[in-house]
């Protein structure tokens, strides 16, 4: 079946990096972009950025420009989050998502099960 | 940035209507999208799942009782004869591209089922 499978959760001291992975299975995956939402506890949702799996392309939400990275591996699948100088803000649950088929107005319709990063001295 | 607004809790009894407002300025003439987040207690943030999207389209699998409207500044995620299981955190989500960010999200309205 269609889906994105993260990695594990990850504990980081304050001013570290942490770089998160996201395996796609079950369609093509150069065919929809992904997006990386996080969610911090007890919050709503933050859009950090996208990639497109074809090109490479990405775009960031200004917040995290100059701190996120997105990147991917065609051979594997695979789409990867790297968020360098973590502070306890940076705390929450991280999620890829993939742009949805059935729409050209940016929804998703498949997320990965979520990240916990958490950013602790 | 282009702000959606949603109560925080509606509560509603089995079998009856639950409506979700998503509030914005001239949201009608934008798309919304919904998601449904539901509590585990076992760990934080469960996976989202779409359960409307361009305004008052179901994905495959999202029950007919789920319905959505969208309509000057407000849009409206409609759930009829509600059920225990419809139990969750529902958020409403847009794309304007002259806001930043461009994807924005509802702080979302938790159903409970009384």
């Known amino acids: 079946q269609v889906q994105l499978v993260q990695s594990g959760a990850e504990v980081r001291r304050p001013g570290a990096s942490v770089k998160v992975s996201c395996k796609a299975s079950?369609?093509?995956?150069?065919?929809?972009?992904i997006y990386w939402i996080r969610q911090a506890p007890g919050q709503g949702f933050e859009w950090m950025g996208w990639i497109n799996p074809n090109a490479g392309g990405t775009k960031y939400a200004h917040k995290f420009e100059g701190r996120v990275t997105l990147t991917r591996d065609t051979s594997i699948s695979a789409v990867y989050l790297e968020l360098t100088r973590l502070t306890s803000d940076d705390t929450a649950m991280y999620f890829c998502?993939?742009?949805?088929?059935?729409?050209?107005?940016?929804?998703?319709?498949?997320w990965g099960q979520g990240t916990m990063v958490t950013v602790s001295s | 940035s282009y702000v959606l607004t949603q109560p925080p809790s509606v509560s509603v009894a089995p079998g009856q209507t639950a409506r979700i407002p998503c509030g914005g300025e001239?949201?009608?003439?934008?798309?919304v999208h919904w998601y449904q987040q539901k509590p585990d207690q076992a760990k934080p943030g469960q996976a989202p799942v779409l359960v409307m999207y361009d305004d008052s389209d179901r994905p495959s699998g999202i029950p007919e009782r789920f319905s959505g409207s969208n309509s000057g500044n407000t849009a409206t995620l409609t759930i009829s004869r509600v059920e225990v299981g419809d139990e969750a955190d529902y958020y409403c989500q847009v794309w304007d591209s002259s806001s930043e960010p461009s994807y924005v999200f509802g702080s979302g309205t938790k159903v409970t089922v009384l």
């Open positions: 998502a993939r742009e949805a088929v059935k729409t050209t107005n940016y929804a998703f319709d498949i």
């Open positions: 079950g369609y093509s995956f150069i065919d929809s972009y």
């Open positions: 001239n949201i009608g003439m934008k798309t």
